[in-house]
């Protein structure tokens, strides 16, 4: 199971969660809370991280709303920042965008008009300065 977006280059964590014990070479069982009881507790090591005690890189399960389906919504804080790619012979504007519950190194450029699409009131803003 992956909580978050599916980006190869952006994995997502939560816990810290204890290790109960080992399961074969290359699993272990974690005490995942009550709130994750529909997740089964034995993950691969390679879907692991090791803790780093840095409290601002732990998302608590209560911000993350997880549905019946095992899954969770990202939503969209802030664009912060805007970049017009050539594309064979066209040109795409992409923005960077902070997520809810991520942290700022793990912000992602996406395109500008599907983020229009489905978040317009993130723009708002910015064309009310355009017009200024």
């Known amino acids: 199971m992956q909580f978050g977006k599916k980006r ?5 964590y939560i816990g810290p969660y204890k290790i109960i ?4 070479q290359v699993a272990y069982e974690l005490e995942l809370p009550q709130e ?3 997740v089964h507790p034995v993950f691969r090591v390679s879907m692991l991280r090791k803790c780093i005690s ?9 911000d ?3 549905t019946g389906d095992l899954t969770y ?11 017009v790619y050539r594309l064979s012979n066209k040109e795409e504007a992409f923005v960077k965008v902070l997520w809810k ?3 700022i190194e793990e912000v992602t450029w996406e395109a500008e008009e599907a983020m ?17």
């Open 21 to 24: 014990r080992r399961v074969g």
């Open 36 to 38: 994750l009881s529909s």
């Open 54 to 62: 840095d409290p601002c890189r732990i998302t608590p399960t209560e």
């Open 8 to 12: 190869k280059l952006s994995p997502r």
């Open 116 to 132: 229009k699409l489905k978040y317009p009131h993130l723009f708002q803003i910015d064309e009310k300065d355009e017009n200024a």
């Open 64 to 66: 993350v709303q997880v």
């Open 101 to 103: 519950n991520q942290q």
């Open 73 to 83: 919504e990202e939503v969209p804080i802030a664009i912060l920042d805007r970049q």
